[in-house]
């Protein structure tokens, strides 16, 4: 049974900073792609980020140059490091495991899915 469990969502000020975290369990976490997706209210779910098994990475075009995605398959952990937040950045962002080892920017692309965490941005 895969689990994947996110942290780190939270109130903060535009400008602010948050570092999401997902432990996963249940896989050979360095074995797949992990990524990042966020759902706004009113809105579908989109993409956020993505990581390679072997650390590649992309990004959507709307948080490039402010997040981070990063993996430490020893704590079977992915991460988003958040700069620069903006009001339009308030969402529900949810961790996924891929199906392969390779990124993909689309739902279709992962089978395991978090609970997700809430991160809203004041401005």
């Known amino acids: 049974q895969v689990q994947l469990v996110e942290s780190g969502g939270g109130l903060v000020q535009a400008g602010g900073s948050l570092r999401l975290s997902c432990a996963a369990s249940?896989?050979?976490?360095?074995?797949?792609?992990m990524g990042w997706f966020r759902q706004a209210p009113g809105k579908e779910r989109a993409f956020v980020a993505t990581i390679s098994s072997g650390g590649v990475t992309y990004y959507a075009d709307s948080v490039k140059g402010r997040f981070t995605i990063s993996r430490d398959n020893a704590k079977n952990t992915v991460y988003l490091q958040m700069n620069s937040l903006k009001p339009e950045d308030t969402a529900v962002y949810y961790c996924?495991?891929?199906?392969?080892?390779?990124?993909?920017?689309?739902?279709?692309?992962?089978?395991?899915w978090g609970q997700g965490t809430r991160v809203t941005v004041s401005s």
């Open positions: 996924a495991s891929a199906r392969t080892l390779y990124i993909y920017d689309k739902e279709y692309g992962y089978d395991y």
């Open positions: 249940g896989r050979t976490f360095s074995s797949y792609a």
